[in-house]
């Protein structure tokens, strides 16, 4: 008897990723009620992938633009001050898109987050669980995190030097028991965006399908490459090389080798281009071809 050729076999994750790629085919992203929205200038450079440890500050380079977050303060048990931390992975990711998407609908910097923990946790599209390591307690400290980091943006062109500031939070109140998720509290949960981000977002939002950033969730590079690709497609007009060095910069500074880095980037584009299947992207020696291509969220 011949054996079975495990070749063709597909991983459940990767089915369930094609699965999901195709049901966003089926139905645009407006008339599914999943059309959201992010910043452009966190999806030029964007946060860390992994957590970068008690650190003063950390960057992320595109081109002449490069952002600079830092962590938020507070004081231990002893009055000393002491960092938040910086948000990375996944989660700020999902929480920035789904409270800038809310900004953009509303046109408010005001954003309520929910009535629920849980609610809001399916809003995400996470399951709430509990202990150390749960989603719940992941989420509140990627909050905490995202609310009180200050960024800084800077602009060095050849004749031209801008620089700006700003919180992504002007206010946050969060008032859900992580220990009763499913329980309405008195006072509802809520974030207000601050004024500078605010503006930023509503005067150029740059739309994604959140379908898509909940089907790449478990990659936070795979869900900054497909914002970027949606950004840069809506306006490129002639073939472009990004050199691998400049990719690096703006995707991959964790890396500490160039080829560890290639490695990982072209693994995450063949799930991007699994949902984003119109983006004309293919990998040469120098870098990656970009050809002008239908943006995912129609015009």
């Known amino acids: 008897m011949k054996r079975a050729d495990n070749s063709l076999q597909i991983s459940p994750s990767t089915f369930k990723l094609i699965e999901e790629a195709l049901a966003i085919e089926a139905e645009e992203a407006k008339a599914a009620g999943a059309l959201g929205f992010m910043a452009r200038m966190l999806v030029q450079a964007t946060m860390p992938h992994s957590d970068p440890g008690d650190v003063a500050a950390w960057g992320r380079r595109n081109g002449a633009f490069s952002l600079v977050i830092q962590p938020g303060m ?6 000393q001050p002491k960092s938040i931390g910086l948000p990375y992975g996944s989660l700020p990711r999902l929480l920035l898109a789904w409270i800038s998407t809310e900004a953009v609908r509303t046109g408010e910097p005001a954003v309520v987050l929910g009535d629920t923990l849980s609610s809001f946790m399916r809003e995400l599209g996470l399951m709430p669980t509990g202990g150390r390591w749960g989603s719940i307690t992941r989420l509140r400290s990627q909050m905490k995190r995202l609310f009180s980091a200050s960024i800084s943006c800077t602009y060095e062109g050849n004749e031209h030097w801008a620089n700006t500031g700003f919180r992504i939070a002007e206010e946050a109140h969060l008032w859900w028991d992580p220990k009763q998720p499913n329980q309405a509290d008195l006072w509802q949960s809520s974030v207000t965006l601050g ?6 977002l509503i005067s150029h939002p740059v739309p994604v399908d959140l379908r898509a950033l909940k089907a790449l969730r478990r990659s936070p590079m795979a869900i900054d490459l497909y914002c970027w690709l949606t ?3 809506s306006y490129l007009r002639k073939d472009t090389v990004i050199p691998w060095p400049a990719l690096q910069a703006q995707f991959g500074a964790d890396y500490a080798l160039s080829r560890q880095f290639k490695a990982a980037f072209l693994v995450t584009l063949r799930k991007v281009l699994t949902i984003y299947s119109g983006a004309k992207v293919i990998a040469v020696d120098n870098g990656l071809a970009l050809k002008p291509s239908v943006t995912h969220i129609p015009r």
């Open 74 to 79: 507070t004081l231990d048990a002893k009055s």
């Open 231 to 233: 950004y840069r497609m």
């Open 195 to 200: 004024n500078k981000f605010f503006q930023e």
